[in-house]
């Protein structure tokens, strides 16, 4: 069955770095669009960053030159390099793809930037 295990966060002061990854199981992880998204506490889940099976990503407005998504298909692993951290970028971190028509996410990973 599809799984995706995040790793990498934790806490972190303001202006830090932090590398999350998602390690994939189940499905052929090449060939599928994978996402990162957030959810910070009484928010709505937004979507931050996403990736092709081509490598082509795409990133929301705030953490533009900032956070970098990739992918590593012969680790079935992706990634995302989050730079110059901001107390706003506090959220559980969840990486999330579709596979044949269903959603599948993470357990999720916090990220607490605070001094």
């Known amino acids: 069955q599809v799984q995706l295990v995040e790793s990498g966060g934790g806490l972190v002061q303001p202006g830090g770095s932090l590398r999350l990854s998602c390690a994939a199981s189940?499905?052929?992880?090449?060939?599928?669009?994978m996402n990162w998204y957030r959810q910070a506490p009484g928010k709505e889940r937004e979507l931050v960053a996403g990736?092709?099976?081509?490598?082509?990503?795409n990133y929301v407005d705030s953490v533009k030159g900032r956070f970098t998504i990739s992918r590593d298909n012969a680790k079935n692993t992706m990634y995302l390099q989050m730079n110059s951290l901001k107390p706003e970028d506090t959220a559980v971190y969840y990486c999330?793809?579709?596979?044949?028509?269903?959603?599948?996410w993470g357990q999720g990973t916090q990220v607490i930037v605070s001094s």
């Open positions: 999330k793809t579709v596979w044949r028509g269903q959603n599948y």
């Open positions: 990736i092709t099976p081509g490598g082509s990503s």
């Open positions: 189940g499905f052929t992880f090449s060939s599928y669009t």
